[in-house]
């Protein structure tokens, strides 16, 4: 059975209680999920959202015991007020977001999220979204693939990267964009494949992750019941980095310039941060689950 990334650490930071009400919004396979609601009996409810129906069908095989005390929705977690508004939550005790690429994800190759197979690029999580990193590949212009290289995969070739792409057009396989970036690129850190932050790149882009996850935040801290808390698990800087600004501006009072002698921003603070650094999986969850070594978890508390 799938092992979700930093599990314990999560059922820690979330404290599930019993006639607790929680959201997951990410659901994935359910792992995350089941612990929350073994951990909430008898009566703890759960909300699990996700674009994928291919994860939502084995959710909902895992979390099948439970009954009706789990809602799964096919939904972005970008959905939430509305969401909530449709089963009649006010106010929720805990939420959970996981922004890691599921196992599921990386290892189905028609999926085209993965360069270890050769297999159409589309790495969508949505299947019905109508782009597809084949569409943004052969037909952005090539300044416009740049940018998305170097905004999105911090590629710091991200113009030899592009340029090498649109020479080579049409690409249509992971495994041709791989050859692409490969011929032009070393590989980084650590023996990272050299095509891994173009592949990156082009998820975050088709998925508009970014722009999600900022719109995300404040809902979730909207919704939570004072003293709930909110947990996000990030794979890579540039989510962390949102993550991080996020709960540190919502924990402090006044924005003013500190030269500034009275407030004017009229700014409250809603969080109280409970991790100043992120929690990262031990030696052991590495050893076992290497896809979990980049995972980064920070956690709030409405206050």
């Known amino acids: 059975m799938h092992q979700p990334v930093l599990y314990q650490e999560i059922i820690l930071a979330l404290r599930p209680q019993r006639r607790g009400h929680y959201i997951d919004g990410t659901v994935g396979l359910g792992g995350h999920a089941w612990g929350i609601l073994e951990a909430s ?4 409810l759960l909300l699990g959202l996700d674009v994928d129906p291919y994860a ?10 439970f009954g009706q005390r789990a809602t799964l929705i096919r939904a972005s977690y970008t959905d939430l007020p509305a969401q909530l ?4 939550w ?18 189905t190759p028609q999926r085209g999220f993965s360069f270890r197979s050769d297999a159409p690029l589309d790495m969508r999580y949505d299947p019905d979204n109508p782009v597809r990193a084949v569409d943004l590949v052969n037909s952005l212009p090539e300044s416009d693939i740049a940018d998305i290289l170097y905004r999105y995969g911090e590629e710091r070739r991200s113009r030899q990267v592009a340029r090498a792409i649109v020479a080579a057009r049409p690409v249509l396989t992971t495994k041709q964009l791989a050859g692409v970036v490969s011929s032009v690129t070393m590989s980084g850190r650590k023996g990272l494949h ?3 932050r173009t592949f990156q790149a082009f998820r975050i882009a088709v998925n508009r992750e970014l722009d999600a996850l900022e719109k995300f935040l404040p809902q979730a801290v909207s919704a939570l019941a004072p003293q709930a808390r909110l947990a996000v698990i990030s794979f890579h800087s540039l989510e962390d980095r949102i993550v991080k600004h996020y709960f540190r501006r919502e924990s402090t009072g006044c924005l003013c310039p500190p030269k500034q002698p009275q407030c004017t921003c009229g700014h409250e603070a809603q969080l109280r ?17 290497p896809r979990s070594r980049s995972a980064r978890l920070r956690v709030a508390q409405k206050l």
């Open 41 to 44: 009996q008898p009566d703890g």
């Open 56 to 65: 939502l069908e084995l959710a909902e095989l895992r979390l099948a015991e």
């Open 85 to 88: 508004e449709n089963i009649g």
């Open 90 to 107: 006010q106010a929720v005790d805990g939420i959970l977001l996981d922004l890691g690429v599921s196992s599921l994800q990386l290892d």
């Open 194 to 196: 050299p095509a891994t």
């Open 273 to 289: 941060l409970l991790t100043k650094r992120p929690t990262r999986p031990g030696n052991s969850e590495t050893d076992s689950n």
